[in-house]
């Protein structure tokens, strides 16, 4: 089945580690997102990337670090800079013609102790 | 990118028809409007999108006013699964970039 698939679904860190969240997408996307979660609020925009070896910063972009090496992989890394890292972590994938659905992974909620 | 305004929250009698307002009066003449929700510790789902003209699928129904600058998103017969925060967002046509989610509407179906 095609989609786009987070993981892990739970991850837990130390503070000051740097952590590296998955995100695997098979639909043949070419752009794809990362957004951040707190409880009770909306999403918000940390990267994205519309092509292959391309992204960009979103509005919330300080302690996070991504790369597009493939066209179905977009990795997040929240790095030890990121002074509140615990939140519900979203991906996203959508094609680049206009018009057109995004499709959301299942999240992963992170904490760090 | 165009800005919307929703409510924050709306209640809705099971069975009956929800009706979530959306303004988007900066919306410029490609942006489309989309509707996601999103259930309790889920990732948001895609419901329906529209440029200009009505739409309708099995989830909903979009209605755009002849100007653009506010939509309403009808879920014609409401069920407690219905219950989640509804996002309404201008998409620029085109260039996929930023999707940009406001607060969204918190629908409560009652039973």
């Known amino acids: 089945d095609g989609g786009i698939t987070q993981s892990p679904k739970y991850l837990f860190r130390k503070e000051g580690q740097n952590v590296t969240l998955s995100c695997e997408q098979n639909?043949?996307?070419?752009?794809m997102y990362w957004y951040r979660q707190d409880p009770g609020q909306g999403l918000r925009l940390i990267y994205y990337?519309?092509?292959?070896?391309?992204?960009q910063k979103g509005d919330i972009a300080e302690g996070y670090s991504v790369s597009r090496e493939k066209k179905e992989s977009f990795p997040l890394t929240v790095t030890s800079a990121q002074k509140n890292p615990t939140a519900f972590y979203l991906c996203?994938?959508?094609?680049?013609?206009?018009?057109?659905?995004?499709?959301f992974g299942q999240g992963t909620r992170l904490t760090v102790v | 990118d165009a800005k919307t305004t929703q409510p924050p929250s709306m209640d809705c009698a099971e069975g009956r028809a929800a009706n979530l307002p959306c303004n988007h009066s900066?919306?410029?003449?490609?942006?489309?409007v989309y509707w996601y929700r999103q259930i309790h510790s889920q990732g948001p789902q895609y419901i329906i999108h529209?440029?200009?003209n009505n739409e309708t699928n099995e989830m909903a129904s979009l209605i755009i006013t002849e100007d653009r600058k506010s939509s309403t998103l009808i879920l014609p017969h409401a069920t407690l699964r219905d219950t989640a925060v509804y996002y309404c967002?201008?998409?620029?046509?085109?260039?996929?970039?930023?999707?940009?989610f406001g607060q969204g509407t918190t629908l409560q179906v009652k039973p």
């Open positions: 967002i201008a998409k620029p046509s085109g260039n996929t970039g930023k999707l940009i």
């Open positions: 900066t919306i410029s003449g490609n942006e489309y």
């Open positions: 529209g440029l200009k």
């Open positions: 990337s519309q092509i292959v070896n391309d992204f």
């Open positions: 639909l043949n996307h070419d752009a």
């Open positions: 996203a994938s959508s094609t680049q013609v206009g018009g057109t659905e995004a499709f």
